[in-house]
């Protein structure tokens, strides 16, 4: 027995051996655990210490500015103030937040302690009238000051939580995943728990860029409620340009319209289209394109968005958003020690146009009600739209020996849209760009390329003759006529014609010949030469950048549909009908515009521009043409706006009664004019109000005007279009005359040129 004793262990020596294992094992673990803290874990948890010792912020950027071509500012950052609100006062959790610590306060903390959840959401009851009350009194008192209005201060707040809402959605939905792939199953780990963004803890813009009388104001109401409301310093876009006064001769008007002295036009919005606006706050896709903070990594873009951010929306802000935009800077504290850290913000870029911002509002002036040529007048001969109806018009002015975009102007305006009946936006649809964006038929305006093209071809030369004998196909006179060929014409015909003549006169028929003699392949390749079909985006964007929608393609038969017109036996007629400019053809003013300037330039192409310095390359090698084709061709456009046979050269009062169209002598210009059949109207045809199915207006044609304007060579090449207007010459013919009025008056031709 002591034997056992002595070579055995006590209960006590065992207990002491458990008790050391037990101590081996816990510090292995926690060797282990410190292991994978400082190894394996230690970055991650390092930055987080080291963040929460530090307190960053932000510091605003602001938008560069948009400049003419002379460089006089468009669009410009000014300081200002926006008024911003705590999210919990948006959302009216504010007032629950207040009644809790008003009602742990009046119970105090032990007795608090000690309540059921029961009884503290009675303590609670008690508060919370009286908390919501005083939440309410806040916003009345907000609405008084802001002068805005209860319905557009609701409708912001209401803005504000639905953004807000979806983003913490999408936010706790990428956390949950996160959560379930680190943790397998709840038993393996903590519970998911949705923790607060940080927009729910921030404060809100609703009430940006108010006066100084206002952000005074609200200074003051935010001294008494510093949990609610922040005024900030902030900057606001403007535009100063925006409002001109343009002053017109009326001698130079149509009769008429026309009168003795200057008339003074106020002209608001003025290149609206062309440059955009910037709207605040920021929608869901500009925080997932650009987001201030990754939701994955937590890297900031400092040129990233916040809900509170402005973004550029069409035209130039739109366009080159990220050029504009600058990045904001950022202030970090140390709250251990106190130091700061500055990162500077970079201010946007500028950019600087092509437009002449005094010949934009030239042009929008000679558009603008007042002058009455945007309405339908009885020297028109228009018989199925009222007189006195406003039409739709766009026009583009562009330098042939840069190709800049030197004018671009579309109504009705964006601006305009404010003034217009909900009946009226339907009808007129004040936010498109016509001048860049909708595609029509081009009609005869197009006989000047297809002239090119079938020189370039072999298929005619300057002095070829064709015939007219008012229908192309024998023995089927009623179809592909020339437009004489009518019975109100005695069924005229123009006999035999040369380029030139034809060019002047218009004569569908020897456009026919050629659009037949080229065939439906020669001539879609040719008419895509000089634009047709294809994206001219023109610098509205930065090169490499493509936004849908800035700048409209329009049409022409492709490859498969070509090959289904040949297996239908209709290539041949599609060949015919594009050369007179109907069909499957279509295209922008912006698109004319820059083929005559091609025409102009003898074949070689210059992808215009909006943006000084931004050039793209021409697709492809140019096709110089022959130096013979092209003076036949300028002829041609000259006599068609000069001799009495022309079709953009007078207009028509009465039997023998005739007014010249253009009155700019010395200046020359060349035109060509165009009447192409257009889409039935929509319109209110029986005044109720309401647009109702079937309500239209048919027959009716688009009004073209298309040429070119110099002191004895062209200089600049100029679209004219008018939506259902009717003839090219008598609709679209006098506004062109003004129009080179402008270039005139604002020394982009002739006398004025010194003095610019």
Same mark, same amino acid.
């Given at each position: 027995m002591?034997?056992?004793?002595r ?23 926690l ?5 994978r ?8 948890h ?20 948009i400049k003419?071509?002379?460089?006089t500012?468009?669009?410009r ?19 629950r ?6 009602s742990?306060?009046? &119970?105090?903390?032990?007795a ?20 919501r ?11 008084? %000051? ?40 709840e038993e ?18 609703l ?78 896709e ?20 916040l ?9 130039f ?22 130091e ?10 500028? %950019?600087?146009?092509?437009?002449d ?37 766009a026009?583009?002015?562009?330098e ?6 030197? &004018?671009?102007v ?19 649809q004040?936010?498109?760009d ?5 595609v ?18 072999g298929a ?26 009518? &019975? ?35 001539i ?6 000089f ?21 409209g ?24 009908m594009l ?41 492809g ?5 022959? #130096?013979?084709i ?21 207009l ?11 009155n ?7 035109g ?6 257009? #889409?039935?109207l ?26 070119? &304007? ?47």
């Open positions: 002591q034997t056992s004793r070579n055995g262990l006590t209960m006590f020596q065992r207990r002491v051996l458990v008790l050391a294992c037990c101590v081996v094992m816990v510090n292995l673990v060797v282990v655990q410190l292991l803290l400082t190894l394996i874990e230690g970055e991650r390092g930055l987080v210490a080291e963040s929460r010792l530090q307190e960053q912020s932000w510091l605003p950027t602001w938008r560069g500015s003419d071509r002379d460089g500012e468009l669009a950052d000014e300081p200002a103030y926006d008024v911003a609100f705590a999210y919990d006062a948006i959302t009216g959790a504010w007032a937040d207040r009644a809790v610590r008003a742990r306060r009046a &119970a105090g903390s032990t608090w302690a000690a309540a059921s959840p029961r009884q503290r959401e009675v303590l609670i009851s008690r508060e919370l009238e009286s908390s009350g005083e939440l309410e009194a806040f916003w009345t008192t907000v609405n008084g %000051l802001s002068r805005v209005g209860q319905p557009v201060l609701d409708e912001r707040r209401n803005d504000v939580l639905a953004k807000v809402q979806h983003m913490s959605a999408v936010v706790w939905d990428h956390q949950r995943r996160r959560h379930e792939s680190r943790y397998s199953s393996n780990g903590p519970a998911f728990r949705q923790r607060p963004i940080a927009e729910q803890e921030a404060y809100h813009v009430l940006p860029a108010v006066d100084d009388e206002v952000a005074i104001a609200f200074k003051s109401f935010e001294v008494e409620h510093p949990d609610l409301v922040q005024v900030r310093h902030s900057r606001h876009r403007v535009h100063p340009e925006s409002r001109r006064r343009v002053e017109l001769d009326r001698s130079t008007f149509p009769r008429g319209l026309h009168g003795q002295g200057m008339m003074t036009i106020p002209v608001e919005g003025v290149g609206d289209h062309l440059l955009g606006r910037v709207r605040r706050p920021a929608w869901e500009d925080v997932t394109r650009r987001p201030f903070r990754n939701s994955v990594t937590g890297v900031v873009d400092l040129g990233g968005y809900l509170d951010d402005e973004v550029g929306v069409g035209g802000e739109g366009g080159w958003e990220d050029h504009l935009r600058g990045t904001r800077g950022s202030v970090l504290r140390r709250r251990d020690t106190g700061e850290t500055r990162t500077l913000h970079q201010p946007g870029l500028d %950019l600087q146009a092509t437009i911002i005094d010949l934009q509002a030239r042009i929008e002036a000679v558009l603008s009600d007042s002058t009455g040529l945007l309405h339908v007048q009885p020297w028109h001969g228009t018989t199925r739209l009222n007189t006195g109806r406003p039409l739709n018009a026009v583009v002015v562009l042939i020996e840069t190709g800049e975009v030197v &004018a671009s579309s109504v009705p305006t964006r601006s305009s849209a404010e003034a217009m009946s909900e009946l009226e936006q339907q009808v007129r004040p936010w498109v016509r001048a860049l964006e909708a029509y038929p081009p009609g005869s305006i197009i006989k000047p390329l297809v002239l090119m093209a079938a020189h370039a071809e005619c030369d300057s002095g070829t003759t064709i015939s007219c004998a008012g229908h192309h196909f024998p023995d089927q006179a009623g179809i592909a006529r020339c437009w004489i060929f009518r &019975a109100r014409n005695n069924h005229a015909v123009h006999g035999p014609l040369q380029p030139a003549e034809a060019l002047a006169r218009s004569c569908n028929c020897f456009f026919y010949e050629l659009g037949d003699r080229l065939g439906l392949e020669r879609v390749s040719w008419l895509r030469y634009g047709l079909g294809r994206r001219l985006d023109a610098g509205l964007v930065p090169l490499g950048v493509h936004v849908e929608g800035v700048a393609r329009g049409h022409l038969p492709d490859d498969v549909q070509q090959a289904e017109l040949r297996m239908r036996g209709e290539d041949r007629f599609e060949s015919i050369a007179i400019g109907q069909g499957g053809v279509s295209w922008t003013p912006l698109q004319a515009a820059n083929a005559y300037a091609i025409l102009a330039r003898g074949g070689r192409r210059l992808p215009p521009t909006f943006v000084r310095g931004l050039r793209s390359s021409p697709p090698p140019d096709a110089m043409f022959d #130096p013979a092209v003076d036949t061709m300028l002829e041609g456009l000259e006599s068609a706006v000069t001799d009495s046979w022309g079709t953009g050269s007078r028509k009062y009465g039997p023998g009664d005739y007014e010249p169209i253009f700019v002598q010395p200046l020359r210009v060349w060509k004019t165009g009447t192409a059949q257009a #889409p039935p929509v319109t209110d045809v029986n005044g109720d109000g309401v647009l109702e199915p079937g309500e239209r207006i048919e027959d009716l044609h688009h009004a073209w005007f298309v040429g070119l &304007a110099g002191e004895s060579d062209p200089r600049y090449a100029l679209a004219v279009f008018v939506e259902h207007g009717g003839s090219g010459g008598r609709v679209a013919g006098p506004i062109a005359n003004q129009v080179i009025h402008a270039l005139r008056d604002t020394g982009h031709l002739a006398g004025g040129e010194a003095a610019r």
